[in-house]
């Protein structure tokens, strides 16, 4: 297995953090964050979004590509640009390229890596009086209408965490629409899509069930933008307990959480 | 009006997944419409008894799907299909798709993972998917929504671990293993409650110091010594023994810090699954110094060998030789050549120990050794067909210039002893081989002519089919008989997996991973003109 391996080992440190690459001097500092905003803001959101939502360019604030890339590593690829693509290279100073880095780090960072306000002890029992449970589940517990919350934290940033509590019509993950079917045989059907072409609709019942249908099979189908979740959480949830609520879901994660390095530094939920 | 209302609440019922969670008698019967584990079978003999795809009408197979995955640089997914839906992995992630069409239906990523490599497949029990991440996390996921319901780190990187095999299930517990043997950790394989995710138990590969096998290493490395357990085993239920070959000893290609037999490496052991005690092992390589891992499938069959019904293990190994073990007692009994690149040595006695050949060992200034690096055979599935008895393994034809090198070896920096180095005018040549078990012949060979670079193995299948895929990047399916061409199709891809075979709502298919899709196969049916999603809408 050799030869397999060594590759497979020089593709992987490629990924990953290289041992004597430089590091951010300012990764994590609040200031420089905010001043790579402003750098992001002129220089980027033209294709990557105001926010780092995509456009012409890849989404940064959800993604492999940014969180398995060393901060060397990004600034390089700024530095550079992106052969074959439309990034190009830039020619600002390498102090307020790693501004940029630690903005766009900050944009993707696990909320489970990143240190809320909020009490996650009170933020269950608001997850409990909303009855989320009844739709999400986490580590086996709840219902399937709504995603699986076991890795949220581990997998989502706090602002998005965030977004999907109080405007969650803007976020409506992927698979997760409400469709309606009514099929050949009379019979209705109800639930998420989690796919649909033309062809085909994968579609999850409110009871957990799943259905693999043919378009031959379906006389009418509708599935809408929105989804199963509420949309006055944001109104309804008082401003503290959402600040707990996001505590306790920044707290699900797949693995043990790890605080990352100057992270304190990037605190959320105020 | 009742024939017609049936028939439509059929069709329905055929839509919905299954719930009827899968138990281990389901796995016993597996592969059926379903392929429910890595090798189809339990026994490893990657055969399935679906015939709708056959050797006459094989050449009617086209392409029916593909899932590309946009994340794979080379995919060595197995997949496992339940009830319509197919499980496949890659690194740090898995999916769950419509067999039928492809489409995705859930996926789950663990970009937290510490260590990026392939991954070789899913397990499935009850509601509960299993695979395993890069660091070792194995992790249990909900079959239809693919929410987590737990995760066990199992292995610790800093140790030396990673992981990329396809989990095993047996009985109610999960069994995995760990790889990173090339660089120095030692070997184990541990069993972990399906349902809560506890350890069971954990067994080394490697003895303790002081523990019987321990005498087969110098002091020096015995806690660092590799022979690892990354590819999946096969089990007896009968005999309740799970089956599991293991790694190279480390450093791979200097010997001279681990004098001795180093047991359990390049062996194959017998284990208890409900108690982790191994009852028998069969060492193929003892003080192996061309990295030529066991790791391979152990496939079980009931044959005659001499004259005497057995209860056999068959393994093609990567130091040339195909070896039959009886799988009660780990008693030798027969190992032949199966592959003309064989020099290292003349045979094997008759207590299944090489008669080696002096001077084969690696050196300085590089010696040449056959097999080369990558074995004669290596991690890719062979297979068995009971109709017609033979045994179907992809062969490497090749030599290698071994270079070792007696540097201090400091576990974890990527050091291995040495290397083994292609010579230039002597590229590999794969064969699709045809082994006959009761006498140990080849009965037929499939030559192929790419570049030598790949791991796809083969699946077997009723329809008296061989499917695999060659180094050209086709898959190719062949007559199980005599090997006579039946079918091909350029994936455009090199393959570095092993196809399986499945079947939903009466329809066979063939699936196999190419480096980056997932492809699908299965016979021609004109295209029907169907209504796209009748009155599809979207509300705004």
Redo the contacts between chains.
Sequence with gaps: ?????LL??S??VC??NPLNDPENPVAGDVAAIETGRKTFVNSCAACHGANGEGGRGPALKE??VI??SSDFQMFTTIRKGVAGTDMPGSNLPDDQLWQLVAFVRSLAS?AAETPVSGDSVKGERVYAANGCSACH?I??RGG?LGP?L??AG??RSYDYLRESVVKPAERVSQ?YAKVVVK???G?SLEGTA?????????L?SRD???????????????????TYMPLDYGKKIARDDLINLLAFLSKQS??PVELKKNSDLQRRGR | MLLP?VG??V??LH???P?KPVTFDDIKASPNADWLTYAGDYKGTRHSPLSRINAQNARNLVPKWTYHMD?S??LEVSPIVYG??MYVTNSNEIHAL?A??G????S?????S?????NRGAAILGDRVFFVT?DC?L?AL?R????????K?YAETKRGYFATLAPLVVKDRVLVGV?GG?TGNRGFLAAYSASTGEQLWQIYTIPGRGEPGSETWSEKLIDWGGADTWLSGTYDPELNLVYWTT??PWP?FYGGDRRGDNLFACSVIAVNPDTGKMKWYFQFTPHDTH?W?A?GWPVLIDTTINGVMRKALLHANRNGFFYVVDRATGEFLRATPFVDKLDWATGVNAKGRPIEVPGKDPTPTGNKACPG??GAS??MSPSYNPQTGLFYVVTLEQCDIYVSSAKEPEPMK?F?GG??ELIPTQPGKFYLRALDPKTGKRVWDYPMTGPGTM?AGTVSTAGGVVFFGDDDGHLVAVDAKDGRHLWHYNAGQAMFASPITYEVAGKQYVTIASQTDIVTFGLFEPAAS???????????
Excluded: C
């Design positions: 297995m050799r030869l397999t391996w497979a080992l593709l992987s990924a990953q993604g492999r969180r398995r696990p589940m580590s086996g399937s699986d076991s890795n581990g997998m698979g099929m050949r045989d019979r989690r796919n649909y072409s033309n062809y085909d609709l994968q999850q957990g069930k799943l259905y693999l249908l043919n378009s031959s099979d379906i006389a009418d189908a509708t599935v809408s933008v929105q797949a693995r | 209302i439509l609440f069709s329905l839509a919905q997944v719930d994340t640089r080379k319509g839906l419509d039928r069409t489409r995705r239906v859930w789950y990523r663990d970009d937290r510490e260590i990026s490599r392939v890069g996390y992790i909900h239809k929504t693919g929410a987590v319901l737990w995760t780190k790889g090339d790694g190279n791979d990295d891992d790791q690096v990558r290596n991690w990527n291995a290397g083994g791991w169907v209504p796209v999603l009748p009155g599809l809408k979207k509300l705004q």
